[in-house]
């Protein structure tokens, strides 16, 4: 894609030794080529907070396939979203500009346009919480009236009630001893995590036992 053109082309100029080969698929997918491919000593970055945003069972899954493949001595490297009061997260998934409500709510303006369906986005309002259960964020749409739904693609009407809501999306926060944990499960020792100065976020590196 243009998106992965333009990063190998960036990369290669401000790196000019380092060799780039992008590949466009899953996060699964693309971890069992590169395993069938590459027999040599692996460096696994997945940075960002996007391990959050798995179901538990995915988490599972993903956590699984790094541990299938990669050997004594691989490193991974992954970002950790850590647990924060409240008031903080809130801020940050239902904030005063908007950006969170806009972002979801732009889900609907695609489905519309690609896949043919009417949905009016101003019948549908944001709405975050947090789960103190699970440590995570879940954003919702909820339909602000009774109002039916046609998407061409699948030739459906879908109904919604008043204040019905649409899941979104799950943003799971860790603590530092729920990450050690993991690690632990999956076959990893902790080298060492990396902390901002407010302690918000973690990128945590691991060795393959």
């Known amino acids: 894609s243009d998106a992965l053109s333009g990063l190998v ?16 698929g899953d996060y699964f997918r693309i971890l069992k080529d590169l395993y069938l491919e590459n027999n040599s000593r692996k460096v696994i970055l997945f940075l960002g907070s996007n391990i959050g945003n798995f ?11 790094l541990s299938d493949i990669t050997s004594t001595g691989d490193m991974v490297l992954i970002g950790f979203d850590l647990k924060k ?32 369906a009417d ?5 549908f309002i944001h709405h975050a919480i ?4 699970t440590g995570a964020m879940e954003s919702y749409l909820m339909s602000t009236c009774n109002q039916s739904v046609y998407v061409e693609a699948f030739d459906r009407t879908i109904n919604f009630s008043a204040w019905e809501s649409i899941f979104m ?9 729920e990450i050690d944990q ?17 302690k918000y976020f973690a990128d945590c590196l691991w060795v393959r036992k």
């Open 55 to 65: 179901l538990p069972e995915q988490l599972d899954d993903f956590l699984k396939t």
């Open 169 to 177: 999306e799950l943003s799971r926060k860790f603590s530092l001893e």
């Open 9 to 24: 082309d960036q990369l290669e100029s401000e790196i000019p030794r380092l060799m780039v080969k992008a590949r466009a």
């Open 85 to 116: 009061s409240p008031s903080v997260l809130r801020d940050a998934y239902d904030d005063s500009h908007g950006f969170t409500k806009e972002f979801n709510i732009n889900h609907l303006v695609r489905i519309n346009h690609e896949l043919g």
């Open 182 to 198: 993991l690690a632990v499960k999956y076959g990893f020792d902790k080298v060492e995590n990396f902390l901002d100065d407010k």
């Open 119 to 123: 949905f009016n986005t101003e019948n």
């Open 130 to 133: 947090y789960n103190p259960s």
